[in-house]
């Protein structure tokens, strides 16, 4: 069961890397058609965002991690009880 859920992990991280991706692709677009460039206000929120997505990266790679340790747990605590 708990496979599932490293499943959905990863599975949540590739569709938020796409997302990232495509966001950043169109964002170039667009300042290039408009031949603008991009102001303080854009470029503190473009921070924000990727502090955020930082913050996310780093609580799903704990996450993940965690989800292994519990896995070999109850695999010991199967071991175990099978020998008794």
């Known amino acids: 069961m708990l496979s599932g ?4 992990l990863t599975e949540d991280s590739s569709v938020m890397a796409r ?3 495509k966001f950043w ?7 290039k ?5 991009e102001d303080e206000y854009v470029v ?3 921070a924000d965002l990727d502090a ?3 913050f996310f990266r780093s609580v799903q790679y704990t996450c993940t991690e965690l989800l292994k340790v519990i896995e070999k747990y109850q695999h ?5 009880k099978s020998t008794m």
């Open 44 to 46: 503190a929120s473009d």
């Open 5 to 8: 859920g490293r499943a959905l």
């Open 25 to 31: 692709k169109t964002k170039q677009v667009l300042i």
């Open 19 to 21: 997302m990232q991706k």
């Open 33 to 37: 058609a408009t031949g603008k460039k």
């Open 52 to 54: 955020k997505l930082e």
């Open 76 to 80: 010991r605590i199967t071991r175990e």
